[in-house]
């Protein structure tokens, strides 16, 4: 069976705005993110009432060092281990504003503020923090 298949197999939540190749590591298709991670990022762009771009979610451990990514970053997944994590692209300072405020209270408590895309993530076994890059 493939990721994709496996995925939405345990996923309970019906994604409402993102499609699922959206969420996938794209070198090798891997996606496997927390359900209450995807749900919380529909009930975002809910609450924000516009459409919000995924620049990064679920990354192999491969991919994540690829493109830089700390050797713990909430972004990796496998088969047994979920991804906690977004980068979405940011338009403008109020964009930028306006998701971070919103996606904390969301309950993503992980906020990474830099100047093309915001990070959210909720991994409870992170220290919350704020940060800018």
Partial sequence: MGYVSEFIMKLT???K???LEEIACP???LMNIHPMTIKKLDLLRDALGH???INSACRCEIHNAEVGGKKNSTHICTSEKY???FDLKIKS??????IARKAMAFGFHRIGVYKTFIHIDDDITKRPALWVG
């Fill in 93 to 98: 300072d109020a964009d930028r504003f306006q």
């Fill in 83 to 85: 991804s906690h994590a």
């Fill in 51 to 53: 459409s919000i771009w």
């Fill in 13 to 15: 939540y019906q994604i």
């Fill in 27 to 29: 070198c090798c298709g």
């Fill in 17 to 19: 705005h993102f499609s």
